[in-house]
């Protein structure tokens, strides 16, 4: 069983090392990088290209650990009893499985993605560490321990948000998505949009790479951000030549919204505003 | 086996465990990369380095380690960088790349390049016998040779080049700021003051048993906002001159607070207090708020953290006028009363070394002001000041 990349997604070698690896050794696999590298797609590619259903947990603020193994509904059994419920004598009626336990409970290995795991409390990964090492857990209002039928294979991704703890850290393999180089960025290109006419990628890519190399920029523009703004340059019908021209100069490309989302940012690629305009 | 090469990933400060060893040993024995020394790099560095700061560090043990060490390190110590800066770069025909011979095996290139090293002394650029940029040469940057050695290219230009770990690929992700706040935000996470706000999403337990009693026990439910951090903080920074050597500090408690406090603002400054403040260092001419204006604006129930090493000469404190970056009508000690009177709840963090301070006259009318409340930017300062804080 090995992943390869798919028709729409291109994986580096060493990415495909990564995920190779982390499935044959049965480690969760931590995933770094720029937003919009395709950490998120990295989850769902691998669950396509193997044939494992994939549950994907999103992380917020406010999310606990607990919630991704199980939730207790004590009020809804509160309200059941005085109902009458026969369902109430059954405590297992008002677990709620979380993520994990779905994942843990799969006929078949699956693919478990948590996303953004760093936008949780700080703590929030060292509730998960002996989850993740044993892939068991133990349910204490029925008593019972769930271990996974099938290790699953474990896709987090962080954008660096805060700093993970070192036992946790210990427990994955750790890879970071560099931001593409130009070969790879065209391939991408080509898998998303086949019939895209070359000059117009090639000026396009230039332009993008440009705009990516100013230094003061607050945000770079990503893959994903280019790839939105191909899609508006093909659906307007832009010339390719229109493009070239702005290689030069610093001069905003057209469509520009979606490249660049920040207003300082775009203040940057503006000529110079004149203060002093005429009867003024 | 490769006991050595962990040895020293873990000399050269890289974070690594034996759990993460062996797991790499593990690896090795599945045959996950087998025969091919990039794959080996790959599979190394996802075992055991977990942060892209470190990548850089472990590029250069793993270059060290497996291709012949010490000379390297050696002759990468010696090269001066203004050598190596790109100037120009040569392409060549096919026909040329046919023509150009190889020297030999790395062993001998790098034999032969520490020779030229110590025969060179100037940079050298163009060329097929120098170490340089854009020549022919097996040594240095921009050029073409099929065995060559890359000195301090960015990119591989042939996608030939003998390594895949050039040196400094990872070199921008080294000064993450991340780097080590965790413990400042453990102590940070001591002023939290939970309050209630917002959307009510949480069960209201006393509120509910009282309710249901009161429906003759049937169920109500009541339901309360769920807690957020309610502190409100302003971080004050000294920046410029003689904080320089701090900025690394600095930067990690700012990252650690920023990402701790919901309600903070920040703001800068020069030195000591005066009539204005900025947000924006670029732009801190334009872009400046009044401090009278900052004193209406915020509430006085922030607490105030002022970062600043409070060395200073006694007259920017003391004297109208004395600022040394613009004339200021009050004396500085009279704005950072305003600013104590109103903000009750204040701390002075100071980066330098606590020993240091009896021979700052500056540091100690500034802790005779702040009441004592100055405390060394440590750990165990933090936690002082967070205590006197909350």
Same mark, same amino acid.
């Given at each position: 069983?090995?992943?390869? #990349?798919?028709?729409?997604?291109?994986?580096?070698?060493?990415?495909?090392?990564?995920?190779?690896?982390?499935?044959?050794?049965?480690?969760?696999?931590?995933?770094?990088?720029?937003?919009?590298?395709?950490?998120?797609?990295?989850?769902?590619?691998?669950?396509?290209?193997?044939?494992?259903?994939?549950?994907?947990?999103?992380?917020?603020?406010?999310?606990?650990?607990?919630?991704?193994?199980?939730?207790?509904?004590?009020?809804?059994?509160?309200?059941?009893?005085?109902?009458?419920?026969?369902?109430?004598?059954?405590?297992?009626?008002?677990?709620?499985?979380?993520?994990?336990?779905?994942?843990?409970?799969?006929?078949?290995?699956?693919?478990?993605?948590?996303?953004?795991?760093?936008?949780?409390?700080?703590?929030?990964?060292?509730?998960?560490?002996?989850?993740?090492?044993?892939?068991?857990?133990?349910?204490?209002?029925?008593?019972?321990?769930?271990?996974?039928?099938?290790?699953?294979?474990?896709?987090?991704?962080?954008?660096?948000?805060?700093?993970?703890?070192?036992?946790?850290?210990?427990?994955?393999?750790?890879?970071?998505?560099?931001?593409?180089?130009?070969?790879?960025?065209?391939?991408?290109?080509?898998?998303?949009?086949?019939?895209?006419?070359?000059?117009?990628?090639?000026?396009?890519?230039?332009? &993008?790479?440009?705009?990516?190399?100013?230094?003061?920029?607050?945000?770079?523009?990503?893959?994903?951000?280019?790839?939105?703004?191909?899609?508006?340059?093909?659906?307007?019908?832009?010339?390719?030549?229109?493009?070239?021209?702005?290689?030069?100069?610093?001069?905003?490309?057209?469509?520009?919204?979606?490249?660049?989302?920040?207003?300082?940012?775009?203040?940057?690629?503006?000529?110079?505003?004149?203060?002093?305009?005429?009867?003024? | 086996?490769?006991?050595?090469?962990?040895?020293?990933?873990?000399?050269?400060?890289?974070?690594?465990?034996?759990?993460?060893?062996?797991?790499?040993?593990?690896?090795?024995?599945?045959?996950?990369?087998?025969?091919?020394?990039?794959?080996?790099?790959?599979?190394?560095?996802?075992?055991?380095?977990?942060?892209?700061?470190?990548?850089?560090?472990?590029?250069?043990? &793993?270059?060290?380690?497996?291709?012949?060490?010490?000379?390297?390190?050696?002759?990468?110590?010696?090269?001066?960088?203004?050598?190596?800066?790109?100037?120009?770069?040569?392409?060549?025909?096919?026909?040329?790349?046919?023509?150009?011979?190889?020297? #030999? @095996?790395?062993?001998?290139?790098?034999?032969?390049?520490?020779?030229?090293?110590?025969?060179?002394?100037?940079?050298?650029?163009?060329?097929?016998?120098?170490?340089?940029?854009?020549?022919?040469?097996?040594?240095?940057?921009?050029?073409?040779?099929?065995?060559?050695?890359?000195?301090?290219?960015?990119?591989?230009?042939?996608?030939?080049?003998?390594?895949?770990?050039?040196?400094?690929?990872?070199?921008?992700?080294?000064?993450?700021?991340?780097?080590?706040?965790?413990?400042?935000?453990?102590?940070?996470?001591?002023?939290?003051?939970?309050?209630?706000?917002?959307?009510?999403?949480?069960?209201?337990?006393?509120?509910?048993?009282?309710?249901?009693?009161?429906?003759?026990?049937?169920?109500?439910?009541?339901?309360?906002?769920?807690?957020?951090?309610?502190?409100?903080?302003?971080?004050?920074?000294?920046?410029?001159?003689?904080?320089?050597?701090?900025?690394?500090?600095?930067e990690q408690l700012f990252s650690a607070a920023r990402s701790e406090f919901k309600h903070l603002e920040y703001f800068y400054f020069h030195n000591f207090f005066y009539e204005q403040l900025w947000q924006d260092n670029r732009r801190r001419l334009?872009?400046?708020?009044?401090?009278?204006?900052?004193?209406?604006?915020?509430?006085?129930?922030?607490?105030?953290?002022?970062?600043?090493?409070?060395?200073?000469?006694?007259?920017?404190?003391?004297?109208? @006028? @004395?600022?040394?970056?613009?004339?200021?009508?009050?004396?500085?000690?009279?704005?950072?009363?305003?600013?104590?009177?109103?903000?009750?709840?204040?701390?002075?963090?100071?980066?330098?070394?606590?020993?240091?301070?009896?021979?700052?006259?500056?540091?100690?009318?500034?802790?005779?002001?702040?009441?004592?409340?100055?405390?060394?930017?440590?750990?165990? @300062?933090?936690?002082?000041?967070?205590?006197?804080?909350?």
């Amino acid at each position: 069983m090995k992943f390869h #990349g798919t028709d729409s997604y291109i994986a580096t070698d060493d990415l495909l090392l990564a995920v190779n690896s982390a499935i044959t050794l049965r480690r969760p696999l931590l995933v770094k990088g720029e937003p919009g590298t395709g950490k998120t797609m990295l989850a769902e590619e691998i669950a396509k290209s193997l044939g494992m259903p994939l549950y994907q947990w999103h992380i917020k603020s406010t999310t606990k650990a607990q919630q991704g193994l199980y939730e207790y509904d004590a009020v809804s059994r509160l309200r059941d009893s005085q109902l009458g419920d026969p369902r109430v004598h059954d405590i297992g009626n008002y677990i709620v499985k979380g993520k994990l336990w779905e994942a843990f409970e799969s006929e078949q290995q699956a693919v478990l993605l948590i996303d953004e795991v760093d936008k949780a409390d700080i703590e929030f990964p060292n509730d998960l560490l002996r989850e993740l090492d044993r892939m068991e857990f133990y349910v204490y209002e029925t008593r019972q321990t769930i271990c996974a039928k099938h290790r699953p294979v474990i896709i987090i991704t962080s954008n660096n948000e805060k700093e993970l703890p070192d036992a946790f850290l210990r427990r994955c393999f750790f890879h970071y998505i560099r931001f593409p180089d130009r070969q790879t960025l065209e391939q991408i290109v080509n898998v998303h949009y086949p019939g895209i006419q070359s000059t117009l990628v090639r000026s396009a890519l230039e332009v &993008f790479l440009g705009i990516r190399d100013v230094p003061e920029l607050k945000k770079k523009p990503s893959t994903s951000e280019l790839l939105d703004w191909l899609k508006i340059l093909l659906a307007e019908q832009v010339p390719p030549e229109s493009l070239a021209s702005k290689r030069k100069e610093r001069a905003l490309p057209p469509l520009h919204g979606a490249l660049l989302k920040n207003e300082q940012d775009q203040h940057l690629f503006e000529p110079p505003v004149r203060l002093r305009t005429s009867g003024y | 086996m490769l006991i050595d090469f962990f040895l020293e990933l873990k000399k050269a400060g890289i974070p690594v465990t034996l759990v993460e060893f062996l797991t790499l040993l593990d690896a090795l024995a599945q045959e996950l990369a087998f025969g091919s020394v990039e794959d080996f790099y790959f599979l190394s560095r996802l075992c055991l380095v977990k942060n892209e700061v470190y990548f850089d560090k472990f590029d250069r043990v &793993f270059m060290a380690y497996f291709k012949d060490a010490a000379s390297l390190q050696e002759i990468e110590r010696k090269i001066p960088d203004e050598w190596l800066r790109r100037l120009a770069e040569r392409f060549f025909s096919e026909e040329e790349k046919r023509q150009i011979q190889s020297l #030999g @095996g790395l062993d001998k290139l790098l034999e032969t390049l520490k020779k030229r090293l110590e025969e060179q002394k100037e940079r050298h650029e163009g060329g097929n016998r120098w170490i340089g940029t854009s020549g022919t040469s097996p040594f240095g940057a921009y050029g073409y040779n099929p065995e060559g050695i890359r000195i301090g290219q960015e990119t591989s230009r042939h996608h030939r080049a003998v390594k895949v770990w050039d040196r400094r690929e990872f070199r921008d992700l080294d000064d993450s700021v991340e780097l080590g706040t965790r413990n400042f935000k453990m102590a940070l996470r001591r002023l939290r003051a939970f309050a209630r706000t917002g959307s009510e999403q949480e069960l209201d337990l006393p509120g509910t048993i009282r309710a249901t009693a009161n429906n003759a026990g049937y169920l109500d439910l009541k339901l309360v906002p769920e807690r957020h951090n309610a502190t409100k903080v302003l971080l004050f920074l000294d920046v410029g001159g003689s904080m320089d050597p701090h900025v690394e500090i600095c930067e990690q408690l700012f990252s650690a607070a920023r990402s701790e406090f919901k309600h903070l603002e920040y703001f800068y400054f020069h030195n000591f207090f005066y009539e204005q403040l900025w947000q924006d260092n670029r732009r801190r001419l334009d872009h400046r708020l009044s401090t009278f204006d900052l004193i209406r604006l915020f509430s006085p129930d922030h607490k105030l953290i002022i970062v600043g090493d409070a060395t200073m000469s006694p007259y920017e404190i003391h004297m109208a @006028g @004395g600022s040394v970056e613009h004339h200021n009508p009050e004396p500085g000690s009279v704005w950072l009363k305003r600013l104590l009177k109103h903000y009750q709840k204040a701390v002075w963090l100071n980066p330098s070394p606590r020993r240091h301070w009896n021979f700052s006259s500056s540091i100690q009318t500034i802790q005779h002001m702040m009441d004592g409340r100055m405390y060394s930017m440590t750990m165990e @300062g933090l936690s002082e000041a967070i205590h006197s804080l909350s």
